[in-house]
C-alpha cells in the first residue's frame, strides 16, 4: 500500500464515518466511502480501473442494506466516475437488482451521473490473440475497493467497486456485481464485501456464505476464517473480506498476500494497515 493509498483509505472512512456520526444511513456511509475511493485513481475502480484486454474500462459495482435485503448492481459499465451511485440508483429507482453493458451506461447518463472519460482508444485484437494473451498473463493486480458499515437505526449495508482483473477478456463480469458473491448485507446476520480472484469467490457463493455462517453465530473471524480456507482448499481460490456484525463486532481477513483496508468506529483516528494477519 502507498502512502497516497494509504491517506485515500483513512480519508474515506473519516468521510464514512461522518455520515453515520450524523445520524446518516449505512447505505449513503458506504456509497460516499466507495465514492472517494472510486474518485482517486489510486486503486482499481472508477478512474483507475483496470482495462480489458481490448484497452476498455468495463466496472462493475454493487450495494445492498440489511432492513429489506434492498440490492442494486450495475456490470461492465463504461464512462462513468461513480459505479457504487449507479448500482444504488438501480436499487432505489428501479424494480430490477442488476444492469448490464450500455445499458447500463445509459442508466447512469439519464441520472446525469458524472462522466469519466477513459483515456486511449480500444485496441482491435484478433479473438486467438487475446485468448492467447489471456491465458499467458501471470500477474495479478488486485485493488478493487469496498465498504460495509452499521448505522444507528441497526442496519448494516454493504458494497464494492472494481475494474476486475488483469487480463480479462472483453466483457468478463467478476464477483462484484453478483449479490451473495462479492457484496451480501442482512441485518439477520451481517454485511460483507469481496475482493480477490473473482471466478473462485463466484463459485462458493462467498459472500453469502460468511453471512450464513454469522447466522449460525460464528463471530465475524470464524466465519471469514472458514470460508476463505474452504476458497482455498476446494479450488484453490484467493480473496479478502470485510465483514460486520449487526452488533458491530467487525472482521478484515484475507488469504491474498496483502489487503489494504481499514476500520473507524470514531475515537482517535482510523486504522490504516496493508495486511490483516
Ligand atoms: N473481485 C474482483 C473481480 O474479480 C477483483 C478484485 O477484487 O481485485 O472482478
Known amino acids: 500500500m502507498t502512502s497516497a493509498q494509504a491517506t485515500c483509505l483513512a480519508d474515506a472512512l473519516a468521510a464514512g464515518y461522518g455520515i453515520l456520526a450524523q445520524g446518516g444511513s449505512a447505505l449513503i456511509a458506504v456509497e460516499r466511502t466507495i465514492g472517494l475511493l472510486e474518485q482517486s485513481g489510486l486503486f482499481n475502480a472508477g478512474r483507475g480501473a483496470n482495462r480489458q484486454l481490448d484497452g476498455v474500462q468495463r466496472m462493475d459495482a454493487a450495494i445492498m442494506e440489511g432492513t429489506q435485503l434492498k440490492a442494486g448492481a450495475v456490470a461492465s459499465i463504461e464512462g462513468i466516475a461513480h459505479p457504487i451511485t449507479a448500482a444504488r440508483l438501480v436499487m432505489e429507482e428501479t424494480d430490477h437488482v442488476l444492469l448490464v453493458g450500455p445499458f447500463a451506461g445509459r442508466f447512469a447518463q439519464h441520472f446525469k ?34 465498504a460495509v458499515a452499521l448505522d444507528r437505526s441497526g442496519t448494516v449495508a454493504a458494497g464494492a467497486s472494481t475494474g476486475g482483473i488483469d487480463s480479462m477478456l472483453p ?7 453478483l449479490i451473495g458473491c462479492g457484496v451480501y448485507a442482512d441485518n439477520q446476520s451481517g454485511a460483507v464485501s469481496m475482493t480477490g480472484a473473482g471466478e473462485g469467490i463466484i463459485r462458493l457463493v462467498i459472500a453469502k456464505s460468511i453471512c450464513d455462517r454469522l447466522a449460525m453465530g460464528k463471530s465475524p473471524a470464524v466465519a471469514a476464517r472458514q470460508a476463505l480456507r474452504m476458497l482455498v482448499s476446494r479450488i484453490r ?16 481477513r484475507h488469504v491474498t498476500p496483502h489487503m489494504a483496508a481499514g476500520w473507524w468506529s ?10 490483516f494477519p
Open 266 to 275: 470514531g475515537t482517535g483516528q482510523p486504522t490504516v494497515r496493508g495486511e
Open 237 to 252: 481460490g484467493s480473496a479478502g473480506a470485510l465483514i460486520l456484525s449487526p452488533d458491530g463486532r467487525f472482521a478484515i
Open 171 to 177: 466483457g468478463r463480469v467478476g464477483d462484484t456485481p
Open 113 to 146: 451521473l458524472d462522466r469519466h472519460r477513459s483515456t486511449g482508444a480500444p485496441r482491435r485484437l484478433s479473438y486467438d490473440r487475446i485468448l492467447g494473451k489471456q491465458k499467458r498473463s501471470t500477474r495479478e493486480r488486485h485493488g478493487t475497493v469496498g
